[in-house]
């Protein structure tokens, strides 16, 4: 068997883990081996990879599959991935069909078409937040309900990156102080005043939501637990959040579909919309990207119209 591994790939596990990267890159071929053997399938070529081996496998009663391989990041999010597939069970997002969580691993249904719901946004923005709603609502699983809790990471712990971020810069850095500031003072009641923590997906965007045989379905979850109306402020950046800074009125016309289709406060929706935005700015600035400047710009809209 041939594993194919693109150089970019390579290159961006190596570079954030160094030889324990290394070491995994160069174990990866006889681990996707062994799983093809246990797990009965051929793996195919790759898909376009970011941070985790994710390759096209067929199983062998002949269904199409994917199979899904993490290098060992630090935060444990593949297996938070893993435990929140399972509490799914196939609603509301891709069925897992085999899992290794020690060697953070798994097989998972292949959505078919799978339409990105970014296409159908191009068309019909309404609709696609509509659909997006209905996913996010068949996701949720009340805290208190999960017989293993304590797999998944509290929405709180995200927000170190605030304090990390000023403690790095010795104050705002490249943002505008008074967003920063805003954004600050907002976290601490909205993470208090909780009407009920669920398991949230964590990084819900038009791109993690899929169009297949049994309606729209989500995929990559992160495992989180929290405010069910953190949900919305990665779905607001989205999709090409580079493209440009989000209209006021895309922005309020999603901000009203939601509240009414999640039967939800539409200004504590904002409000969680803007203390995201500014936590994916902390993140790109972090990793010396360059998506933090449209987020920064998207809370600024946010809070001029508060």
Known sequence: MTVTIPDRFASHVREHLGASGDRWLRDLPALVADLSARWRIAVGEPFDLSYNYVARARR?????????????????????????????????????????????????????????????????????????????????????????????????????????????????????????????????????????????????????VLASERGWLAIDPKGMLGDPGYEVGPFLLNPDIDSAVKTRTLLDRRLDVFAAELSYDRRRLRDWAIAHAVLSACWSAEGHGRHWRTAIAAAENLIDHA
């Open 60 to 208: 062998r009663g002949g269904t199409d599959a994917v199979l899904k391989i993490g290098p060992p990041w630090e935060d444990g999010e593949l297996g938070r991935e893993i435990h929140a597939l399972g509490q799914y069970g196939g609603v509301g997002a891709c069925r897992l069909l085999e899992s290794d969580v020690e060697r953070q691993a798994m097989l998972l249904e292949r959505l078919r078409p799978g339409t990105m719901l970014r296409d159908l946004a191009a068309d019909d923005d309404d609709a696609a937040t509509r659909i997006g709603a209905d996913v996010m609502r068949r996701l949720w699983r009340p805290a208190a309900d999960l017989p293993n809790s304590g797999l998944f990471k509290p929405l709180a712990e995200w927000f170190n990156a605030f304090p990390r971020h000023r403690a790095f810069y010795g104050g705002p850095g490249p943002f505008p102080a008074s967003v920063l500031e805003y954004a600050e003072a907002l976290l601490p009641d909205l993470l208090a005043s909780s009407p009920g923590d669920v398991l949230l997906h964590g990084d819900f965007h038009h791109d993690n």
